[in-house]
């Protein structure tokens, strides 16, 4: 029976063990939205999770929205991600790149300015978004992408995640959740095209569809993962019927062969949303949320998922696989450090310890 420590192969990456590093912005790239030293010492002290999935990685200047967030587009950031893996690989990790590109939910101080800000359609984000010092601002009304402007940005993502590979980054996870770029083409709500890519489910499912076929096509789909979050309303999502929308695109993505689909599971009304993937989805399945160890192993040794991702416990736990495997106590993490806005900051960061 496995459990949260027997090894598992998502795709074409073995893992150690099962226990998974949740993606999590903490906006301390460099000026140029390049890794830090810092933060290749804030992945080397986790790199003992089966995989790290880093935090949101912009594919372009365009899909930034949050403040000193990484790319991975520019010569001097893939050095940086370079340096990231090496720490990772060297202390027997795996690591992922989380590719996000937020559409409308941006700031326009946290970006360049001549980066523009788009989205399916000309609908603002109505949450308000933490501008460069750390308060809430408005988000900015975003320009409808064009159709022909759309296989763009599609190109844009392929090539980040050629880039994420030359960095020596193992696999990459296209981020279609939280009201992000891929989650705008799925809602519908903030999608109202009236071209292929939106009006019926087909049409708002394309867009997740092809990015994730082409970057498949370009680095392996053994190294392209998912990650979704069904009915979840953060940044203005409102999808007449989630369930429908999203068993659509599962039926459509599973004969791709991915590495994996990750799912933040929250209760929905109506539908559960870790029943509709295993409904829908014959890959693996990292489960997300509010996981406790006692609760991940269950799952994992009952066959409902292969794996578990912790974002909280592993801001203030660098080594929390070994924290499990001996039942220690976990560290609590310290909320108002986890987006400080500092390229040079390790309060809160990479001054948690190992236990002793
Ligand atoms: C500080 C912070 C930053 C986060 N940034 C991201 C992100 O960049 N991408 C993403 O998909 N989820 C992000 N999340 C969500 C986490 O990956 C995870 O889904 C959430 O924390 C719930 O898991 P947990 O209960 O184990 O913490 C973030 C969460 C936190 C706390």
Redesign the pocket.
Known sequence: MPDLFSPLRLGDVELANRVIM?????DRAGPHDEPTELMVEYYRQRASAGLIVT??TQPSPAGKGYWRTPGIHSPEQIAGWAKVARAVHDRGGRIAM?L?HVGRASVRANKAPDAETVAPSAIACPDPIPGPDGVPVPTELPRALRTDEIPLVIADYVSAARNARAAGIDAVEL?C??GYLPMQFLSSNSNVRDDQWGGSVAGRIRFVVEVLTAIAAAIGAGRTGF?ICPGVTYNGMADADPAETYRALLRALDPLGLAWCHL?HVPNAGFDSLELVRANWSGPIIE????TRDKAQALIAAGTVDAA?????Y?ANPDLVERFRNGLDLAKADRST??TGHGDDARGYTDYKDHA
């Open positions: 949740a993606p999590m912005t903490r935090e949101g989380q996000m981020h959740a939280s990650r933040i997300n949320c509010g996981l991702s912790f974002g909280y416990a801001i986890f987006y």
